[in-house]
């Protein structure tokens, strides 16, 4: 299900709070993006599924302290910014995650 707004961002429930365990990475397909929505310190973050340095997935990555990294080549990006590490030089795009209730929902942002 989904929601558009005037400003062409789109909002997508993603599921419900229960599929998405604390420090979890979940794989989704919303508006035709695979993205992946996390889960840490009881806050939810959704960033695209492929690391910005050779486009590997980031679903079967690792878990690190407000960051994920990339499991290939071991670039992390930061869950609150984006900021990518190095071999990434990159940002990766952050959509807004929220919760709605015992819902999950991730606002696409058009660039």
């Known amino acids: 299900m989904s929601a558009a707004d005037a400003a062409g961002s789109q909002t997508f429930d993603v599921g419900s709070v229960t599929e998405f365990p604390e420090d979890s990475i979940t794989e989704r397909t919303v508006g035709g993006i695979e993205i992946v929505v996390i889960n840490q310190g009881g806050a939810f973050y959704a960033l695209p599924d492929r690391c910005t340095h050779q486009h590997y997935p980031l679903h ?34 952050l959509f807004q995650a929220t919760r709605e209730g015992d819902r999950v929902m991730v606002t696409l942002q058009e660039v």
């Open 60 to 93: 079967d990555g690792e878990l690190l302290e407000g960051k994920v990294k990339c499991i290939h080549h071991g670039a992390t990006f930061d869950l609150s910014t984006g900021r990518a590490t190095l071999p990434a030089v990159k940002k990766i795009q």
